[in-house]
C-alpha cells in the first residue's frame, strides 16, 4: 500500500499522498511482515504504537486458562488496532494479535500521533480527529458482538449477526471475514454444533452457504 493508497484509509482521510508521506516520517512509521498464524501482539505486552494492517488480515483473540480461544474482532486492509493500548501508557494487552493470514502492518508510535507537532499542522489535526472516530466505531464494533452473542441458542446468535451483515452491506448476500472456526469463536459457541445448526439453516431454506459466502433467502425463496 502506497502514500495515495494510504491516503483513501479512514486513519489518513482528507490528507494528500505528499502530506501522508511526510507525516509517516514524522510519526516513526515501520513496517513488518508477519506470516500467517505469527503473533504481532501478545497478552501482557506494553504496546507503544498502533497498527494498521496493509494487505491481510490480523484476529483480535482472547485465550482464557484452559486454552479456550475467543475471537473478538478481524482487522483488514485499511482498518487500525491495539490503538486503545498505545493510548494508554502502561497497560498491558489483555488481547492477542495474530496474523490471520500473510499480513503486512504499519506501526505508528502513538506518542507522536497524540503529540500536536511545532508546525500545528493542519493534517496531523485531521488526524487526531481520524483517529478519534475509528477509536469511537471500535466501541461500536464491540457492542455488536455483545448483541451478536447475548442470545442464549446457536440459531440465535448466526441470525443476530449473519442480519447485521447483510444489513451492513447492503444486501442479502454477502462474505463474512471469518472461517467457521473463528466464526464460532467470535460467536462462543462450539464449531460442530455451529456446522450443525448453519445445515439445519440450510434445509429449512433459511440461507445458503459455502465458506464465508452466505445468502439470506426469504420466505418465497426458500
Given at each position: 500500500?502506497?502514500?495515495?493508497?494510504?491516503?483513501?484509509?479512514a486513519?489518513?482521510?482528507g490528507s494528500?499522498?505528499?502530506?501522508?508521506?511526510?507525516m509517516?516520517?514524522?510519526?516513526?512509521?515501520?513496517?513488518r511482515?508477519?506470516a500467517?498464524?505469527?503473533?504481532?501482539?501478545?497478552?501482557g505486552?506494553?504496546?507503544?504504537?498502533?497498527?494498521m494492517?496493509?494487505?491481510?488480515?490480523?484476529?483480535?483473540e482472547n485465550?482464557?486458562?484452559?486454552?479456550?480461544?475467543t475471537?473478538?474482532?478481524?482487522?483488514?486492509?485499511?482498518?487500525?488496532?491495539?490503538?486503545?493500548?498505545?493510548?494508554?501508557?502502561?497497560?498491558?494487552?489483555?488481547?492477542?494479535?495474530?496474523?490471520?493470514?500473510?499480513?503486512?502492518?504499519?506501526?505508528?508510535n502513538?506518542?507522536?500521533?497524540?503529540?500536536?507537532?511545532p508546525?500545528?499542522?493542519a493534517?496531523?489535526?485531521?488526524?487526531?480527529?481520524?483517529?478519534l472516530?475509528l477509536?469511537?466505531?471500535?466501541?461500536?464494533?464491540l457492542?455488536?458482538k455483545?448483541?451478536?452473542?447475548?442470545?442464549k441458542?446457536?440459531?440465535?446468535?448466526l441470525?443476530?449477526?449473519?442480519s447485521?451483515q447483510?444489513?451492513?452491506?447492503?444486501?442479502?448476500?454477502?462474505?463474512?471475514?471469518?472461517?467457521?472456526?473463528?466464526?464460532?469463536d467470535?460467536?462462543?459457541?462450539?464449531?460442530?454444533?455451529?456446522?450443525?445448526?448453519?445445515?439445519?439453516?440450510?434445509?429449512?431454506?433459511l440461507?445458503?452457504?459455502?465458506?464465508?459466502?452466505?445468502?439470506?433467502?426469504?420466505?418465497?425463496?426458500?
Open positions: 500500500m502506497d502514500d495515495a493508497a494510504l491516503s483513501r484509509t486513519l489518513f482521510q494528500g499522498p505528499e502530506e501522508v508521506g511526510a509517516l516520517s514524522c510519526l516513526g512509521a515501520q513496517r511482515r508477519f500467517k498464524g505469527q503473533t504481532v501482539y501478545r497478552v505486552d506494553i504496546v507503544t504504537s498502533l497498527g494492517v496493509l494487505s491481510g488480515r490480523v484476529l483480535i485465550d482464557d486458562l484452559w486454552g479456550n480461544t475471537v473478538l474482532d478481524s482487522v483488514g486492509p485499511g482498518q487500525i488496532f491495539a490503538e486503545t493500548y498505545a493510548c494508554t501508557p502502561g497497560e498491558p494487552m489483555m488481547v492477542n494479535v495474530t496474523a490471520a493470514e500473510d499480513a503486512e502492518i504499519l506501526f505508528l502513538v506518542e507522536r500521533v497524540l503529540r500536536v507537532c508546525r500545528a499542522c493534517h496531523h489535526g485531521r488526524l487526531l480527529r481520524n483517529l472516530t477509536s469511537a466505531q471500535k466501541n461500536l464494533n457492542s455488536r455483545i448483541f451478536h452473542t447475548s442470545a441458542s446457536i440459531r440465535g446468535r441470525l443476530s449477526y449473519l447485521d447483510a444489513m451492513r452491506s447492503g444486501s442479502r448476500r454477502f462474505t463474512i471475514p471469518f472461517d467457521r472456526q473463528q466464526l464460532a467470535y460467536l462462543n459457541v462450539d464449531r460442530s454444533a455451529l456446522s450443525n445448526e448453519l445445515s439445519k439453516m440450510q434445509r429449512e431454506g440461507l445458503r452457504t459455502k465458506r464465508n459466502y452466505f445468502e439470506l433467502l426469504g420466505e418465497e425463496e426458500g
